[in-house]
């Protein structure tokens, strides 16, 4: 059982629903609740509004994230994806372009995991050690700001003043994009700090900065009266766009634009899932399927675990996403009415065919707590087959002749199995190919996936108060601390 939709992309759900799993009775209980969930889907479309969210000063806040796929005058209004804002960014791409050395992009949570998404994917390991030419001119690229690691912050800093030292003549350019909606995050500017003071110190360094925050001008944030006092740069992280859903917006769209990726693509893909999702029919709109099998699984079956299992390594930050995107979400412990519910299920991160060399024990046999979510790529570029190196070797001759894809599908479709014959549940998506448009619509899918099980467990998917408990004692600590040292 699949659910294709005219792109190729599929959910294969063949595992998860039928007898001795999720059933047609399952789904048929929660027939009125789909039916809600889909209209409040049709009305976060429209006007933004999610019953009972509030943001996080306890203020009805808009929901737009289903509008960023769609490039649009209106929503240029909203600091949303418009022809305008398409255009600074390919005009951003223009300025890097043999301008540029190094970027430095600081962020954390959703202020960076999508855009490592978008890096890994389209931009792979070894692009910064590329020659700029093989980089169409565009800048290395390196992460920060995603830990507080004093190590490799100096790491990186002592790298890019090694790159300067070689840089005969010319001073090495590097433009720091600094990443924040609320414009003043511990992590992300700790980073920014250090990083900003030690490079604008060095006589073979020139810095830019770019900043992208809340472009609100009434309640300016800390990164936003710092880029106007400045006269940086800005791109904005639009009101009513939580960090887990940014990737579609200028968040994840920089580093889209750093890397020379097909933003137009990435947003078309978003915006024909978008199409599919409108569908009333579960069996025809792959958010809500998805969510109504997760929901009944996690409710009627005990599967309380979510792993996502890609295979493909560079797919390994959409899984690092995705936890992000399912933990804070529905991970609540009250629903709308104010009920103490403790919802959701625990994202795993883990690779095929790697953590089936680790993990897999447990899927097998351990706790029956788990739905396994594979994601599969159909058709590889530039798709190695395994040579005949040792044919005096059997075993080795024996795994010769075939392609890698091919081995890589082999073992997951026997994961998959072996997981089936002893009642374990699992699904896969399946892209075409790995590009930009399949990526955009497997992540939008998943956005509105959640929001369809926020709307079922009737839990608020867009506010996330449990970050904020260490946040009440870590301010305070930190006064504390630069007390005791004199500051
Ligand atoms: O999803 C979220 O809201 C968080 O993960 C934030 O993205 C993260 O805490 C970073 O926040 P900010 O962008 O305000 O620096």
Redesign the pocket.
Same mark, same amino acid.
């Not at 990443?179 to 995050?185: A, L, N």
């Given at each position: 059982m699949a659910l294709t939709l005219k792109s190729g992309f599929s959910f294969d759900y063949d595992n998860l629903f039928g007898e001795g799993k999720v059933t047609q009775a399952d789904l048929d209980s929660y027939a009125e609740d789909l039916k809600k969930a889909h209209e409040a889907m049709k009305v976060m479309r429209e006007s933004g509004f999610i019953k009972a969210h509030l943001s996080k000063d306890g203020t009805p806040e808009k929901v737009y994230f289903s509008k960023l796929p769609y490039i649009t005058e209106e929503n240029g209004k909203l600091n949303l994806n418009s022809p305008a804002s398409i255009q600074k960014l390919h005009d951003f791409t223009e300025h890097l372009r043999n301008n540029i050395d190094v970027v430095v992009s600081l962020?954390?949570? #959703? +202020?960076?995991?999508g855009n490592k998404v978008l890096f890994d994917v389209f931009a792979g390991e070894f692009w910064n050690t590329l020659t700029p030419e093989q980089r169409n001119g565009l800048p290395k690229v390196y992460f920060s700001?995603q830990n507080i690691d004093s190590r490799r912050t100096g790491d990186i800093l002592n790298h890019i003043k090694a790159i300067a030292a070689r840089t005969e003549g010319n001073k090495l350019k590097v433009c720091l994009i600094c990443? +924040?909606? +609320? #414009?003043?995050?511990l992590? !992300?500017?700790s980073n920014f700090m250090v990083m900003y003071d030690d490079l604008t110190k060095q006589e073979n360094i020139e810095v830019e900065v770019v900043a992208v !925050?809340?472009p609100n001008m009434e309640k300016k !944030?800390l990164l936003k009266q710092l880029a106007i006092d400045k006269g940086w740069p800005q791109f904005a &992280?639009p009101d009513g766009v939580?960090?887990?859903? +940014?990737i579609f917006c200028e &968040?994840g769209l920089v580093t889209a634009a750093v890397i020379g990726m097909d933003i137009e693509k990435f947003l078309e893909g978003a915006r024909d899932m978008d199409e599919a999702c409108k569908n009333e029919n579960v069996f025809e709109n792959p958010a809500m399927l998805n969510a109504a099998l997760k929901f009944a699984a996690y409710q009627k079956y005990g599967r309380n675990i979510e792993v996502m299992m890609p295979y493909c390594d560079y797919l390994k930050s959409t899984s690092e996403w995705y936890i992000?995107l399912l933990a804070?979400s529905l991970g609540k412990q009250f629903d709308k009415e104010g009920k103490e519910v403790c919802y959701g299920r625990t994202p795993l991160v883990a690779v095929g065919t790697t953590d089936m060399h680790s993990q897999t024990q447990q899927h097998q046999e351990g706790s029956l707590d788990k739905v396994v979510q594979f994601i599969k790529v159909a058709k590889w570029a530039n798709d190695l087959t395994i040579p005949n190196a040792f044919p005096e070797y059997k075993k080795l001759a024996d795994i010769s002749g075939v392609k890698m894809s091919e081995a890589l599908e082999v073992a997951r479709q026997s994961n998959a199995d072996a997981l089936q014959s002893n009642k374990r549940f699992n699904a896969c998506f399946t892209l075409p190919e790995l590009n930009e448009y399949h990526l955009g619509e497997l992540l939008y899918m998943l956005a509105m996936s959640v929001a369809y099980e926020g709307e079922l467990s009737n839990v608020d998917a867009f506010n996330?108060p449990g &970050?904020e408990a260490y946040k009440r004692i870590m301010g305070p600590k930190l006064s504390e601390l630069r007390k005791s040292k004199g500051l």
């Open positions: 962020g954390i949570g #959703g +202020s960076f995991l700001g990443i +924040s909606k +609320s #414009g003043g995050t992590d !992300t500017m !925050t809340d !944030t &992280v939580g960090g887990r859903f +940014s &968040v992000q804070e996330q &970050v």
